[in-house]
């Protein structure tokens, strides 16, 4: 089975709990206003690999990085939960935790046949669709007040009463190609202020690409 994905990250410490292998899928349904990566809407867009690749890489992410698990952004990632359930099952038989966002509600999630699979395997669920007259980023990994956590397993119960103490980060890379690359949650604000006081001011505007 294949996946349409935007691009991976073997390793990232900003996009849940741990050191995580981070997929951001291509394609969104849904278009939030205000959404902060509109180049993943596009089924057009991305490229297409096949689950047997994307479990080889977090296999080689985890003897190499030593994650703990695995996370599933977007795009939209429950507008390919047939793959992305098989390809969390597979992850679940290394022993690493799921954890996914979706701009629908779990409500409707969990009446949807199509979802059961890829339900079945997440550890942590972010559901509900980004509002920007909502923006708040004073919860770890949501970009505004609506949106929920799910525990739907034991495996990060115990960060339901910590929630309020973990702040939210980014990390920046600087690419071969001199692309600066950026990810975890920021406003365009504070991005904009971080590369004004930086070298990284040198670069060209069209180098720089806020990644989610």
Not at 74 to 83: C, L, R, V
Not at 114 to 120: E, R
Not at 176 to 187: H, K, Q, R
Request: charged letters at 25%.
């Amino acid at each position: 089975m294949d996946l349409r994905i935007h691009r991976y990250l073997p390793l990232t410490s900003v996009e849940g709990p741990g050191k995580r292998f981070c997929l951001w899928v291509q394609g969104c349904s849904i278009r939030c206003e205000g959404c902060a990566v509109p180049w993943t809407w596009s089924v057009d867009n991305g490229k297409v690999i096949s689950i047997d690749q994307l479990f080889h890489e977090i296999k080689e992410s985890k003897e190499n990085h030593d994650i703990e698990g695995v996370t599933f952004l977007g795009g939209e990632p429950f507008d390919q939960p047939e793959a992305l359930g098989e390809l969390a099952q597979k992850v679940k038989s290394l022993g690493l935790t799921v954890m996914s966002f979706s701009g629908y509600m779990y409500e409707d999630l969990k009446q949807r046949e199509d979802c059961q699979l890829f339900l079945s395997a997440i550890d942590l669920l972010i559901d509900g669709p980004f509002v920007k007259e909502k923006l708040d980023l004073s919860r770890p990994w949501t970009g505004s007040s609506n949106q929920r956590y799910h525990f739907l397993t034991d495996k990060y119960k115990h960060l339901e009463q910590q929630i309020a103490s973990i702040s939210n980060k980014i990390e920046i890379r600087i690419l071969e190609d001199g692309l600066v690359s950026v990810n975890g949650m920021a406003t365009q604000q504070t991005l904009e202020e971080l590369f004004h006081k930086t070298e990284f001011k040198k670069l060209s505007p069209t180098k720089f690409k806020e990644q989610g």
